[in-house]
T-cell receptor
Framework: DGGITQSPKYLFRKEGQNVTLSCEQN?????MYWYRQDPGQGLRLIYY???????QKGDIAEGYSVSREKKESFPLTVTSAQKNPTAFYLC??????????????FGPGTRLTVT | QKEVEQNSGPLSVPEGAIASLNCTYS??????FFWYRQYSGKSPELIMS????GDKEDGRFTAQLNKASQYVSLLIRDSQPSDSATYLC???????????FGKGTMLLVSP
């Protein structure tokens, strides 16, 4: 089955620790995205990548880092510099936005709780 | 700052009725528009995309776009309790390959 997987589903960390969220897709999509969603809020873009080895900051990149070493994978690291990391993190992909494929498809998400 | 506005709701409709969800956007250059459905605790699911002015129908769903008024809507005919969810409007940012999302409208369909 083609799709996007995110792991783990739930993640608990202590304040001051870095944590890496996994996102893998087997849809052969060029572009991948990371969003966070807070209760009652829309999705806010953290980082996105349109091709391997390239990525751009979104609206709320501070305190986060990413890498895109493989087309299938786009891990997100939440660093200790992120002031309010507790949120629902969503990974998405789209086929080929540089050629007009803008529909984004989402993984199941990771709920991160930092105490 | 690009904005996508939706009424937060909840919008309550009885089973079998037509639900009308609305969205306005600020980026006049936007050309691509999307509706997502998000059940509580789950991730968003793409249900419709629309690129041209007018109506686009897919089963019980109809998306309507009016670029001059910067307005896009989603109609759900014969609403079912299983349609109860939050509906997110997303607009492609002009000049970029990213989407800006509204905060969503909660729809409640009562049996």
């Amino acid at each position: 089955d083609g799709g996007i997987t995110q792991s783990p589903k739930y993640l608990f960390r202590k304040e001051g620790q870095n944590v890496t969220l996994s996102c893998e897709q087997n849809l052969n999509h060029d572009a991948m995205y990371w969003y966070r969603q807070d209760p009652g809020q829309g999705l806010r873009l953290i980082y996105y990548s349109q091709i391997v080895n390239d990525f751009q900051k979104g609206d709320i990149a501070e305190g986060y880092s990413v890498s895109r070493e493989k087309k299938e994978s786009f891990p997100l690291t939440v660093t200790s510099a992120q002031k309010n990391p507790t949120a629902f993190y969503l990974c998405a992909s789209s086929s080929s936005p540089l050629a007009g494929g803008y529909e984004q498809y989402f993984g199941p998400g990771t709920r991160l709780t930092v105490t | 700052q690009k904005e996508v506005e939706q009424n937060s709701g909840p919008l309550s409709v009885p089973e079998g009725a037509i639900a009308s969800l609305n969205c306005t956007y600020s980026d006049r250059g936007s050309q691509s528009f999307f509706w997502y459905r998000q059940y509580s605790g789950k991730s968003p699911e793409l249900i419709m995309s629309i690129y041209s002015n007018g109506d686009k129908e897919d089963g019980r769903f109809t998306a309507q776009l009016n670029k001059a008024s910067q307005y896009v809507s989603l109609l759900i005919r014969d609403s079912q309790p299983s349609d109860s969810a939050t509906y997110l409007c997303a607009v492609k940012d002009s000049g970029y390959s990213t989407l800006t999302f509204g905060k969503g409208t909660m729809l409640l369909v009562s049996p």
